[in-house]
């Protein structure tokens, strides 16, 4: 299993280069290990499988076969909400939203794997990052069509939660490779992404992106 990604001092390198591809069926159009193997082609480095949609059985079948994939490529996998799966496919870790199981109690299942936690303001990403989550992601930074949270938060925010916080930052909600830049100067240490990659040509979309990360990157370096 990967190395636990809560040194303070962990950059983009621990999260795939700093993107996230997350699954959506809708913003694809295809099965979740079909967009998941493109972006894996692409050179994506870590796997969100969320669904909200299929049974629980079909989640389970599902993220066995993207745990297939992430494990043949060495891509991180989370999987979304639903700790006991994760655990039962051998994924890297969960991710789980404020109304889900309690971080705590995840903990008990979850051992030293990962888990990422969903915030929408300070005080929530204080508690997380409190409460012994290995990152957390903060969001909308900008108006999204598939993340909830209510008003985009702004890369002030953004850069305000940075601040606060020693475990790794993950940026979501309505980032693009135009925009991505911007996103990049609150120092972030990935960004999540679902219909700006899983729209289109989802190998060029994961392409884009990690042209301008590794461009951020290399500036940031200099």
Known sequence: MNKNPADPGMRS?????GLCVI????AAG????????????????WIQYRDKEATRREIYGEAVRIRELTSESGALFIVNDHADIALAVDADGVHLG??????KEARKIMGKRIIGISTHSL??????????ADYIGFGPVFASSTKDGGQPKGVEELCEIRRHLRIPVVAIGGISAANLALVLTAEIAAVA??????????????????????GGREGADA
């Open 193 to 214: 992404v679902a219909s700006a990659v899983l729209r289109g040509d989802i190998a060029e979309n994961v392409r884009a992106f990690q042209r301008v990360l590794r």
């Open 23 to 26: 699954t959506d069926r809708k």
């Open 13 to 17: 390198s621990r999260f795939g280069g």
């Open 123 to 132: 005080d929530e990403a204080v508690e997380a990052a409190g409460g012994g």
């Open 98 to 103: 404020q109304d889900d199981l309690p971080l």
């Open 30 to 45: 295809t099965g979740p290990a079909e967009m998941v193997r493109v972006a894996l082609e692409a050179g994506a480095k």
